[in-house]
């Protein structure tokens, strides 16, 4: 029986390197996904699913409140919480405090430092007696439109109104 001897070692061959180099290339990219996942993580998650949908219910009631008192004269608080959140990107997110006119009744002022544009979830939030309600729409904010809270149905509370 004779013995076969290979002709050349084999790292003198393509096909070895050709492997190695996929190899290397799959190990180099998954971790640098990894590191990219790591470093840059997802904000719109939220890990705790029971709190937010308990949130879920708080925010109908307030939602259901400021339906109830009808928001025409029924409910009159000094100041008024105003927040325009950005659905995508929180560091657009806007907080503006509106304090009630002295000089024009029904009317609330406040002011924002930059210019707010494009599509907002837009939250008021105002106090009567001890309880807060809160009016909560997706409005598309421009600087020459006025925005229209309440003409829009509450969705996801029809069985809560019987």
């Not at 061959?13 to 971790?31: M, Q, R």
């Not at 409140?65 to 959140?85: F, H, R, V, Y």
């Not at 609330?108 to 007696?129: A, H, M, P, S, W």
């Amino acid at each position: 029986m004779s013995v076969a001897t290979a002709a050349s070692p084999w790292y003198k061959h393509l096909w070895p390197w050709i492997i190695i180099a996929i190899l290397a290339c799959s190990v180099t990219l998954t971790l640098s996904m990894v590191t990219i996942a790591v470093n840059n993580p997802d904000n719109l998650v939220n890990d705790n699913y029971y709190e937010a949908g308990k949130g879920i219910n708080r925010s109908l009631d307030r939602e259901l409140l400021a339906q109830t008192l009808n928001l025409t004269g029924n409910s009159n608080p000094t100041t008024l919480e105003l927040n325009l959140i950005s659905p995508t990107q929180p560091e657009k997110d806007r907080k503006i405090n509106l304090a009630r006119s002295a000089s024009e009744p029904g009317r609330y002022i406040g002011q924002v430092t930059d210019k707010v544009e494009g599509r907002r979830f837009v939250e008021l939030l105002g106090v009567e007696g001890d309880r807060t309600w809160r009016m909560f729409e997706e409005e598309q904010v421009s600087h020459d439109k006025d925005l229209l809270l309440g003409d829009e149905p509450l969705q996801g509370a029809e069985d809560l109104k019987k």
